[in-house]
Protein backbone atom coordinates (compact mmCIF):
# COMPACT_ATOMS: atom_id res chain seq x y z
CA UNK A 1 0.00 0.00 0.00
CA UNK A 2 2.95 2.66 1.22
CA UNK A 3 4.57 1.85 -1.96
CA UNK A 4 1.42 2.30 -4.80
CA UNK A 5 1.06 5.72 -2.61
CA UNK A 6 4.96 6.22 -3.29
CA UNK A 7 4.49 5.39 -7.15
CA UNK A 8 1.62 8.30 -7.33
CA UNK A 9 3.51 10.86 -5.70
CA UNK A 10 6.39 9.82 -8.36
CA UNK A 11 4.18 9.93 -11.01
CA UNK A 12 2.40 13.45 -10.63
CA UNK A 13 5.52 15.08 -9.54
CA UNK A 14 6.73 14.14 -12.97
CA UNK A 15 3.55 15.20 -14.49
CA UNK A 16 4.50 19.14 -12.94
CA UNK A 17 8.16 19.00 -14.47
CA UNK A 18 6.83 18.09 -17.84
CA UNK A 19 4.31 21.03 -17.47
CA UNK A 20 6.62 23.54 -16.51
CA UNK A 21 9.20 22.64 -19.10
CA UNK A 22 6.45 22.39 -22.27
CA UNK A 23 5.26 26.56 -20.62
CA UNK A 24 8.88 27.72 -20.31
CA UNK A 25 9.25 26.24 -23.75
CA UNK A 26 6.09 27.92 -25.79
CA UNK A 27 5.45 30.79 -23.38
CA UNK A 28 7.57 32.18 -20.94
CA UNK A 29 11.05 31.93 -22.75
CA UNK A 30 12.44 34.83 -23.64
CA UNK A 31 10.75 36.75 -26.59
CA UNK A 32 12.42 36.83 -29.92
CA UNK A 33 13.33 40.60 -31.19
CA UNK A 34 10.61 42.26 -33.19
CA UNK A 35 11.68 42.17 -37.41
CA UNK A 36 10.57 44.58 -39.92
CA UNK A 37 8.99 42.86 -43.02
CA UNK A 38 11.26 44.37 -45.56
CA UNK A 39 14.12 43.49 -43.91
CA UNK A 40 14.07 40.71 -41.47
CA UNK A 41 15.77 42.41 -39.23
CA UNK A 42 14.86 44.20 -35.62
CA UNK A 43 13.96 47.96 -36.46
CA UNK A 44 16.39 51.02 -36.01
CA UNK A 45 15.92 53.63 -33.56
CA UNK A 46 17.39 56.93 -34.24
CA UNK A 47 18.28 60.28 -31.76
CA UNK A 48 15.19 62.72 -32.73
CA UNK A 49 17.34 64.79 -35.14
CA UNK A 50 15.12 66.68 -37.71
CA UNK A 51 15.55 70.02 -39.76
CA UNK A 52 13.57 73.24 -38.60
CA UNK A 53 13.27 76.95 -39.49
CA UNK A 54 13.22 76.15 -42.91
CA UNK A 55 13.31 79.44 -45.28
CA UNK A 56 13.74 79.53 -49.03
CA UNK A 57 14.85 82.92 -50.88
CA UNK A 58 13.77 82.52 -55.02
CA UNK A 59 15.53 83.66 -57.83
CA UNK A 60 15.90 83.50 -61.33
CA UNK A 61 15.52 79.65 -62.22
CA UNK A 62 17.21 79.41 -58.62
CA UNK A 63 16.40 78.98 -54.90
CA UNK A 64 18.62 79.47 -51.81
CA UNK A 65 16.87 76.78 -48.96
CA UNK A 66 18.11 77.81 -45.45
CA UNK A 67 17.59 75.50 -42.59
CA UNK A 68 18.86 74.75 -38.92
CA UNK A 69 19.21 71.21 -37.25
CA UNK A 70 16.99 69.98 -34.13
CA UNK A 71 19.40 67.24 -32.13
CA UNK A 72 22.76 66.10 -32.32
CA UNK A 73 23.88 62.77 -33.21
CA UNK A 74 25.69 60.74 -36.12
CA UNK A 75 24.01 61.46 -39.92
CA UNK A 76 25.13 61.55 -42.90
CA UNK A 77 23.53 64.33 -44.46
CA UNK A 78 20.38 65.75 -45.50
CA UNK A 79 17.73 65.28 -48.78
CA UNK A 80 16.30 68.44 -49.81
CA UNK A 81 12.88 67.98 -51.42
CA UNK A 82 12.17 70.25 -54.24
CA UNK A 83 8.62 69.18 -55.73
CA UNK A 84 5.91 71.15 -57.95
CA UNK A 85 3.46 68.97 -55.74
CA UNK A 86 3.25 69.36 -51.54
CA UNK A 87 4.96 66.09 -50.52
CA UNK A 88 3.42 63.71 -48.12
CA UNK A 89 4.56 60.54 -46.46
CA UNK A 90 3.65 57.18 -47.63
CA UNK A 91 4.95 55.47 -44.24
CA UNK A 92 4.24 56.17 -41.04
CA UNK A 93 7.60 54.37 -40.22
CA UNK A 94 9.28 57.88 -42.28
CA UNK A 95 11.14 54.87 -44.45
CA UNK A 96 13.60 55.80 -47.08
CA UNK A 97 10.69 55.54 -50.11
CA UNK A 98 8.92 58.98 -50.33
CA UNK A 99 7.09 59.98 -53.14
CA UNK A 100 9.41 62.11 -54.96
CA UNK A 101 13.13 61.76 -55.65
CA UNK A 102 15.24 64.65 -53.60
CA UNK A 103 16.38 67.76 -55.73
CA UNK A 104 20.04 66.21 -54.38
CA UNK A 105 21.37 63.76 -56.53
CA UNK A 106 23.75 62.00 -53.90
CA UNK A 107 23.03 63.07 -50.06
CA UNK A 108 23.73 66.40 -49.16
CA UNK A 109 26.45 66.69 -46.40
CA UNK A 110 25.97 70.07 -45.44
CA UNK A 111 27.76 74.15 -45.75
CA UNK A 112 31.24 74.41 -44.82
CA UNK A 113 30.34 77.57 -43.20
CA UNK A 114 30.84 76.93 -39.77
CA UNK A 115 30.10 80.48 -38.58
CA UNK A 116 26.52 80.26 -38.86
CA UNK A 117 24.50 77.45 -37.34
CA UNK A 118 22.01 77.54 -40.24
CA UNK A 119 22.87 75.12 -43.43
CA UNK A 120 22.15 76.22 -46.76
CA UNK A 121 21.99 74.54 -50.38
CA UNK A 122 21.70 76.33 -53.32
CA UNK A 123 19.31 74.46 -56.26
CA UNK A 124 19.75 75.20 -59.83
CA UNK A 125 17.91 74.70 -62.99
CA UNK A 126 14.06 75.24 -61.53
CA UNK A 127 11.41 77.06 -63.98
CA UNK A 128 10.56 80.83 -63.18
CA UNK A 129 6.90 81.10 -62.67
CA UNK A 130 6.27 77.27 -61.21
CA UNK A 131 4.75 76.95 -57.66
CA UNK A 132 7.50 74.53 -55.89
CA UNK A 133 7.24 72.92 -52.23
CA UNK A 134 10.12 72.38 -50.37
CA UNK A 135 10.95 70.44 -47.61
CA UNK A 136 13.80 68.78 -45.66
CA UNK A 137 15.26 65.79 -44.16
CA UNK A 138 18.25 64.47 -42.51
CA UNK A 139 19.89 60.92 -43.72
CA UNK A 140 21.04 58.41 -41.25
CA UNK A 141 23.33 56.11 -41.79
CA UNK A 142 21.51 53.35 -42.51
CA UNK A 143 20.10 55.75 -45.59
CA UNK A 144 16.71 56.32 -43.97
CA UNK A 145 14.90 59.57 -42.91
CA UNK A 146 14.01 62.08 -40.33
CA UNK A 147 10.57 63.25 -40.57
CA UNK A 148 10.19 66.50 -42.51
CA UNK A 149 11.42 70.00 -41.89
CA UNK A 150 8.40 72.36 -41.97
CA UNK A 151 7.07 72.41 -46.36
CA UNK A 152 8.06 75.75 -47.57
CA UNK A 153 6.01 77.25 -50.98
CA UNK A 154 8.33 79.44 -53.53
CA UNK A 155 8.02 80.44 -56.68
CA UNK A 156 11.41 81.19 -58.90
CA UNK A 157 11.60 84.47 -60.73
CA UNK A 158 13.56 87.55 -62.03
CA UNK A 159 16.03 89.89 -60.08
CA UNK A 160 18.12 92.54 -60.72
CA UNK A 161 19.16 96.19 -60.24
CA UNK A 162 18.37 98.60 -62.83
CA UNK A 163 18.55 102.35 -63.21
CA UNK A 164 16.14 104.90 -64.93
CA UNK A 165 16.61 108.12 -65.80
CA UNK A 166 14.16 110.85 -66.88
CA UNK A 167 11.37 110.22 -69.61
CA UNK A 168 12.50 110.84 -72.80
CA UNK A 169 16.15 111.81 -71.90
CA UNK A 170 18.03 108.87 -72.67
CA UNK A 171 17.52 105.51 -74.10
CA UNK A 172 17.00 103.31 -71.11
CA UNK A 173 13.90 105.44 -69.56
CA UNK A 174 11.84 102.67 -69.02
CA UNK A 175 12.50 98.87 -68.29
CA UNK A 176 10.61 95.60 -69.03
CA UNK A 177 10.34 93.51 -66.13
CA UNK A 178 9.62 90.06 -67.50
CA UNK A 179 12.55 90.50 -69.99
CA UNK A 180 14.66 92.24 -67.23
CA UNK A 181 15.92 94.40 -70.40
CA UNK A 182 15.63 98.52 -70.32
CA UNK A 183 13.52 99.70 -73.26
CA UNK A 184 12.18 103.22 -74.14
CA UNK A 185 9.46 104.30 -72.03
CA UNK A 186 7.06 104.07 -75.21
CA UNK A 187 7.52 100.99 -76.37
CA UNK A 188 5.11 98.56 -75.97
CA UNK A 189 7.11 96.11 -73.29
CA UNK A 190 8.22 98.90 -71.03
CA UNK A 191 6.46 98.33 -67.53
CA UNK A 192 7.49 101.71 -65.78
CA UNK A 193 9.00 104.93 -66.19
CA UNK A 194 10.50 107.70 -63.91
CA UNK A 195 9.95 111.59 -63.88
CA UNK A 196 9.50 114.78 -61.52
CA UNK A 197 7.11 117.25 -61.13
CA UNK A 198 7.28 120.08 -58.17
CA UNK A 199 10.06 118.29 -56.06
CA UNK A 200 8.61 114.97 -56.40
CA UNK A 201 10.41 112.12 -57.73
CA UNK A 202 7.37 108.86 -59.19
CA UNK A 203 7.33 105.79 -61.08
CA UNK A 204 4.82 105.51 -63.24
CA UNK A 205 2.28 103.29 -65.83
CA UNK A 206 2.80 103.53 -69.30
CA UNK A 207 -0.55 104.33 -69.64
CA UNK A 208 -0.37 107.51 -68.90
CA UNK A 209 2.03 108.10 -71.98
CA UNK A 210 -0.20 106.46 -74.43
CA UNK A 211 -3.38 104.84 -73.12
CA UNK A 212 -2.63 101.63 -75.61
CA UNK A 213 0.31 100.79 -73.69
CA UNK A 214 0.95 98.37 -70.87
CA UNK A 215 -0.88 99.25 -67.49
CA UNK A 216 1.41 99.07 -64.43
CA UNK A 217 0.19 100.16 -60.92
CA UNK A 218 2.07 100.92 -57.54
CA UNK A 219 1.38 100.55 -53.84
CA UNK A 220 3.51 101.43 -51.67
CA UNK A 221 4.67 98.67 -48.87
CA UNK A 222 3.66 99.48 -45.06
CA UNK A 223 6.28 99.98 -42.50
CA UNK A 224 9.40 98.71 -45.27
CA UNK A 225 11.67 96.69 -43.60
CA UNK A 226 14.22 93.70 -45.52
CA UNK A 227 13.43 91.85 -48.61
CA UNK A 228 13.05 88.68 -46.03
CA UNK A 229 10.28 90.25 -44.18
CA UNK A 230 8.59 92.30 -46.74
CA UNK A 231 7.89 89.14 -48.54
CA UNK A 232 6.14 87.08 -45.80
CA UNK A 233 3.93 90.08 -44.84
CA UNK A 234 3.01 89.82 -48.58
CA UNK A 235 2.58 86.13 -48.45
CA UNK A 236 -0.29 86.34 -45.63
CA UNK A 237 -1.96 89.50 -47.07
CA UNK A 238 -0.33 92.05 -45.13
CA UNK A 239 1.40 95.17 -46.00
CA UNK A 240 0.47 97.41 -49.11
CA UNK A 241 -1.29 100.65 -48.53
CA UNK A 242 -3.99 101.64 -51.10
CA UNK A 243 -5.27 99.38 -53.89
CA UNK A 244 -2.56 100.55 -56.81
CA UNK A 245 -2.02 103.61 -58.75
CA UNK A 246 -1.32 104.21 -62.11
CA UNK A 247 1.68 106.89 -60.46
CA UNK A 248 3.47 106.79 -57.10
CA UNK A 249 5.34 109.29 -55.25
CA UNK A 250 8.89 107.72 -54.06
CA UNK A 251 11.58 108.69 -51.95
CA UNK A 252 15.05 106.65 -51.25
CA UNK A 253 14.08 103.32 -48.99
CA UNK A 254 11.17 102.81 -50.43
CA UNK A 255 9.25 99.78 -50.96
CA UNK A 256 6.94 98.92 -53.76
CA UNK A 257 4.62 96.19 -54.64
CA UNK A 258 4.16 96.82 -58.63
CA UNK A 259 1.56 94.81 -60.54
CA UNK A 260 2.44 94.51 -64.88
CA UNK A 261 0.01 93.97 -67.56
CA UNK A 262 -0.23 90.23 -67.17
CA UNK A 263 -0.98 90.42 -63.40
CA UNK A 264 1.94 89.24 -62.45
CA UNK A 265 3.55 90.79 -58.62
CA UNK A 266 6.76 92.87 -58.31
CA UNK A 267 8.59 93.94 -55.29
CA UNK A 268 10.44 96.79 -56.08
CA UNK A 269 12.85 99.11 -53.29
CA UNK A 270 14.07 102.18 -54.65
CA UNK A 271 18.06 102.48 -54.10
CA UNK A 272 18.88 105.71 -54.51
CA UNK A 273 18.40 109.06 -56.46
CA UNK A 274 21.32 111.24 -58.35
CA UNK A 275 21.75 113.99 -59.92
CA UNK A 276 19.82 117.18 -61.29
CA UNK A 277 17.13 118.18 -64.26
CA UNK A 278 17.79 116.02 -66.75
CA UNK A 279 20.59 114.09 -65.18
CA UNK A 280 17.91 113.26 -62.41
CA UNK A 281 17.89 109.32 -62.52
CA UNK A 282 16.73 106.70 -60.04
CA UNK A 283 18.04 102.57 -59.09
CA UNK A 284 15.90 100.14 -58.16
CA UNK A 285 16.25 96.92 -57.25
CA UNK A 286 12.86 94.19 -57.68
CA UNK A 287 12.21 90.59 -57.50
CA UNK A 288 9.62 89.33 -60.25
CA UNK A 289 6.66 87.01 -59.42
CA UNK A 290 6.23 85.68 -62.69
CA UNK A 291 2.56 83.90 -61.99
CA UNK A 292 -0.98 85.97 -62.09
CA UNK A 293 -2.26 87.02 -58.89
CA UNK A 294 0.21 85.55 -56.73
CA UNK A 295 2.72 87.51 -54.66
CA UNK A 296 4.92 85.05 -53.50
CA UNK A 297 9.15 85.61 -53.90
Known amino acids: MNNR ?16 VLAFAFGCGP ?3 AVTSETGLPPVTHPDIRPVELQVVAGNGTMTVRWKQQGTGVISGYNIFISREPITLKTPQLASAVAVAPHNTTVYPGDTNLEDEAIEYIAYGLDNGVKYYVSVRVVYPDQSMSKPSNEVLAVCGPRGEFTLTMRYKAENDGFSLVTGRHVRADASTNDLYFFSK ?7 SPTRLNAYLRKTSFSLVRAGGQFDDIRQRLAAGKGTIGNGTDKIGISTGNWLLVTTAENYSALIQVKGLTGQNDAHSVTLWYALCPMAGATTF
Open 5 to 20: IVLLRRAAGLSIIASL
Open 198 to 204: DGVDYLA
Open 31 to 33: KKP
